[in-house]
């Protein structure tokens, strides 16, 4: 089956390989700068970026979840939720729970600690955001914004 949106897109646009590979580098640079910035503001919460990440998504979720679907929201392995969720246990933020509609399964939920700290940890996280897309100016902020957002809902495949 022909490809029409995508194929024509990427067909006419005026990128070389060269220019391909520099965005692409732009893009793990920014993120690095993102996560440096995350990792300080955090130091004094006692938590790494990965640690905050699954906080504020199991806030945004606010339901207990399958381990499974964390990872798949978070497009990581299910083994380094497992890994995450292991630190987060015995830190009195997270508290896993038998699935009640799965028996072999288990559910994952913030504590009323973890819960309670989560506004604090989106708050930090948009300041590192803010500080790195401070060159922006706020219409910039936008288009990026979406830009980011529809290849974060595309398919790995494209």
Known sequence: MPRTDTTTRRASAP???NALYHL??????VH??????????LH???????????????????????????ASMLDIV???????????EPMGLV?????????RAVQVALT????ALSPTLQ???????????TPLTAQEIVVLGDLLQRLAHTPADG
Do not use: K, N, Y
């Not at 690095?32 to 503001?41: H, T, Y």
């Not at 299910?78 to 987060?88: G, K, M, N, W």
């Not at 508290?95 to 028996?103: I, L, N, S, W, Y």
């Open 44 to 70: 004094t919460h006692r938590v790494t970026s990965a640690q905050a990440r699954v906080i504020r998504s199991l806030a945004r979720l606010d339901r207990p979840v399958q381990m499974s679907e964390l």
């Open 123 to 133: 708050d930090l996280h948009g300041r590192c955001v803010a500080s790195v897309l």
């Open 15 to 17: 990128l070389d390989d």
């Open 95 to 103: 508290q896993r729970r038998p699935d009640p509609t799965d028996r």
């Open 78 to 88: 299910p083994r380094s939720v497992t890994s995450v969720i292991d630190e987060l």
């Open 24 to 29: 692409g580098g732009h893009l793990a640079v």
């Open 32 to 41: 690095r700068r993102v996560q440096r910035a995350d990792e300080v503001s």
């Open 112 to 115: 009323e600690r973890g819960l």
